[in-house]
């Protein structure tokens, strides 16, 4: 098994371009989430999905948006990317997101210039 | 907001040393999960800890969860250098869909 798979691992972006981070998993767990992680800031939630065709707000949702359209699949937008959307992005899946640990990918380092 | 405190922020060891990471909610938690993330790696989940007082080891590695679930700590005894990284802990604030992250605790350690 994969696992939770992100793609891409690295990308650098303009100012003002948009992309699309794809995360894709093959354990069938219901839930989804996309997380940032800023240094010192720990992981903070963008959005989250608890099913197919359901996505709802994180702590940080501002400029973002995401599409859970097939269970295994869920996607994260930046329609307009900014200097302050350099990160490292982590996906994460979970079981029931209750009684199971989540599964995290290996990340996306994004850098806006 | 629902927030999970995690202290310190930081903690450098020698080789050998104990290590402690402490873990506070300010709401009863219906359980709190452990991560590792390694230098330039991804949060790999640890263990969780449902019942109040509950008290897991994994090998030099112990995880209690506090009688009012609201707390929780990590301790390594006699850390070794594969022990680096940061380590979150992850509470499930009851009735919540989605676990609230502590700020993680860093440890490096000198060899």
């Known amino acids: 098994n994969a696992g939770v798979t992100q793609t891409p691992k690295f990308r650098v972006l303009k100012t003002g371009q948009s992309m699309t981070l794809l995360c894709a998993q093959d354990?069938?767990?219901?839930?989804m989430y996309w997380y940032r992680q800023d240094p010192g800031m720990g992981l903070r939630l963008i959005h989250y999905s608890v099913g197919e065709g359901t996505t709802a707000k994180g702590e940080v949702p501002d400029g973002y948006n995401v599409s859970r359209l097939k269970k295994q699949n869920f996607l994260l937008g930046l329609e307009s990317a900014a200097p302050s959307q350099t990160s490292v992005y982590f996906c994460?899946?979970?079981?029931?997101?209750?009684?199971?640990?989540?599964?995290f990918g290996s990340g996306t380092r994004l850098t806006v210039v | 907001g629902q927030q999970v405190m995690q202290i310190p922020q930081y903690q450098h060891v020698q080789e050998g040393e104990d290590f402690t990471t402490y873990c506070n909610s300010s709401t009863t938690l219906s359980n709190i999960q452990w991560y590792k993330q390694r230098p330039g790696g991804h949060p790999v989940f640890l263990i969780q800890?449902?019942?109040?007082?509950e008290v897991k080891k994994q090998k030099r590695l112990t995880f209690q969860f506090g009688e009012a679930k609201k707390n929780s700590s990590l301790h390594i005894t006699a850390t070794q250098t594969t022990d680096v990284g940061t380590y979150f802990c992850a509470g499930l604030i009851q009735g919540a869909q989605k676990l609230v992250f502590g700020q993680g605790t860093r440890l490096t350690i000198n060899p």
């Open positions: 354990m069938n767990h219901e839930y």
């Open positions: 800890l449902v019942k109040s007082g």
């Open positions: 994460a899946s979970s079981y029931l997101g209750r009684v199971n640990g989540y599964t």
